[in-house]
Each structure stands twice: as C-alpha cells, then as structure tokens.
C-alpha cells in the first residue's frame, strides 16, 4: 500500500456523508412544514365548527364556516389548490333545550413545492371539529 492512498477513499466518505446528511435535512423539513399545515387545516376546522354554532340556521352556519375556514387558512398562509369545507348542521332543526352540534370538516390538497421549493405532488390534508349548539339559543 503507498502511503496516502487512502486520501481518495476519506474523500468519497465525506461526500457520502454530507449528501445524506443533506437528505436527512430535507427530510425533516419536508415533515415539518406537513405538521405546520396539518396544524393549520385543524385550526381551520376548529375556528369554522365554533363560527358555525353560534349562527341561527344551518344554511347560514355553512356560510359562515366556509368563510371563517377561509380567513383562517389566509391567516396562516396555507394555499390549498383544492378546498373543501363541509358542515353537518342538520341539528339545528333539533327543538330547544336539546343538545346538537356543528361537525366542520376541512379538507385541504396542498401542492408540496409550496411547502417545500423543487418538490413535486400533493398531499391531502384533512381535520374535522365538533361544536356544540346554544342550547337555549335562538334558532330559525
């Protein structure tokens, strides 16, 4: 063996190993902008269930969900390429004084290179909340 000939072969390593050691940080990154977004869209959910349960009716508390999903995500600045914001407000025809709830569902495609520069694809992202009804409150 002459000596030195092992310089060539510490090289390649450390190539190697800074290469994956990039990997690992992209990675990481790329998992924790999912968890901010992931994050986002339950917010999204939460502000729109409890927005939704304080309107009068529930095609106005569909409305105002939508809305407030909306305004929450700009808030966050989350741009989804898709956005779906469903209410189940079928307990506001419930009489008076009888427990019923807002369920919103969000539902988010939100195109990875805006996460994450140079990637490509989606992931969908979605969060679901449940708000309780004024029992005593008015209703339409």
């Known amino acids: 063996m ?19 050691l990039f990997l690992i940080f992209g990675l990481g990154l790329v998992g924790l902008r999912l968890l901010v977004a992931d994050a986002a869209i339950d917010d999204a959910a939460r502000s729109a269930a409890r927005a939704a349960s304080i309107a009068r009716d529930g095609h106005t508390a569909a409305i105002t969900a939508d809305r407030r999903a909306r305004a929450v995500l700009a808030e966050q600045q989350l741009a989804c ?20 709830y807002v369920i919103a569902t969000v539902t988010c495609v939100v195109p990875l290179a805006d996460l994450v520069p140079g990637i490509g694809g989606s992931k969908t992202l979605r969060s ?3 708000s309780p009804i004024d029992r005593f409150g008015a209703r339409s």
């Open 81 to 100: 390429s898709s956005l779906d914001v469903n209410v189940d407000a079928r307990d506001f025809a419930k009489s008076l004084g009888e427990t019923g």
């Open 2 to 20: 002459k000596p030195g000939s092992e310089r060539g072969d510490i090289t390649i390593e450390a190539v190697v190993g800074v290469v994956a």
């Open 128 to 130: 679901a909340f449940r």
